[in-house]
């Protein structure tokens, strides 16, 4: 595809990130030494006698060893990731990556903003109180692709199309509040790009199952952009497995652990 006959980049998700500001994922609390504990769990395995009156080597020493005796050279041990658990807040991501994400059922846990109640940011799209842009996401223009092997081009046109139609559901929306219908119900003259939070509970191995599967390059474009979030976040918490994760796995496609 070209502009003015220069061949056009596709947007990835790491622009995404840089032309959006709005999306944000921040760490709210965590097991504080993961590696430990899954060295305790592992260890426990192969022990004749109780983990717990056993010196336990430090949190380094630890991540080596549950990298060498669990996870290299494919042997697949990923049962005592499940013991540490984090938790992140994520907003400013388009709706359906909440719903995207919540198919993760396994080892995870959700809150998520409901529509029923936070109704008072739509109005004020409405009453021009607030941007539509900051309460609803619209992909940036910019050239984009997809795993079917569309390619085109999303122009300023269009960007600009799209949040009037927006501001148009809202103002319908608040004008069907003001004569006392309920929320659940004038939501649906709502876009579905309206801007959903959520904060989201992982033990490790199911984060890392959210990685193979949301991180790979087919996924959606704004769910590999919460990935690209989470990735840094969970190099600080576990260091020695997600640097084995990122050498042997992120972006490859695999079948989840």
């Given at each position: ?7 056009m980049?596709?947007?990835k998700?790491k ?5 959006d ?9 965590c ?7 899954i ?5 426990c ?12 080597p430090?949190?380094s020493k630890?991540g080596?060893?549950v ?28 709706h ?14 959700f ?7 936070t109704?008072?940011r ?11 842009e ?7 223009p ?30 319908r929306y608040?004008v ?17 790009a ?10 490790l ?8 599967l ?23 918490w ?5 640097k ?5 796995r992120?972006?490859?496609a695999?079948?989840?652990?």
């Amino acid at each position: 595809m070209n502009i003015d006959g220069k061949k056009m980049k596709p947007i990835k998700a790491k622009d995404l990130l840089e032309l959006d500001k709005n999306l944000e994922v921040v760490m709210l609390q965590c097991y504080s030494l993961p590696e430990q504990v899954i060295y305790q769990a592992g260890k426990c395995d192969y022990s004749e006698t109780a983990i717990h009156n056993q010196t336990i080597p430090s949190p380094s020493k630890c991540g080596e060893w549950v990298v060498e005796r669990l996870l290299s050279n494919e042997k697949g041990h990923w049962g005592p990731l499940e013991h540490p658990a984090i938790t992140f807040s994520v907003s400013g991501y388009v709706h359906n990556v909440a719903m995207q994400a919540r198919t993760h059922r396994v080892g995870v846990s959700f809150d998520v903003q409901s529509q029923r109640y936070t109704g008072k940011r739509v109005i004020k799209v409405a009453s021009e109180e607030l941007k539509p842009e900051d309460v609803f996401f619209v992909r940036p223009p910019g050239f984009y692709t997809n795993r079917y092997g569309k390619k085109y081009d999303w122009t300023q046109e269009d960007y600009q199309d799209e949040l009037n139609w927006i501001v148009e559901g809202c103002k319908r929306y608040a004008v069907k509040y003001e004569k006392g219908m309920c929320e659940e119900h004038i939501r649906d003259y709502l876009a579905q790009a309206i801007r959903q939070n959520f904060v989201v509970s992982f033990n490790l191995r199911s984060v890392l199952h959210l990685m193979d599967l949301r991180a790979k390059m087919d996924a959606q474009l704004e769910i590999q952009a919460l990935c690209e979030q989470l990735a840094p976040l969970l190099e600080r918490w576990s260091p020695h497995v997600w640097k084995y994760y990122e050498e042997k796995r992120l972006h490859r496609a695999r079948l989840s652990p």
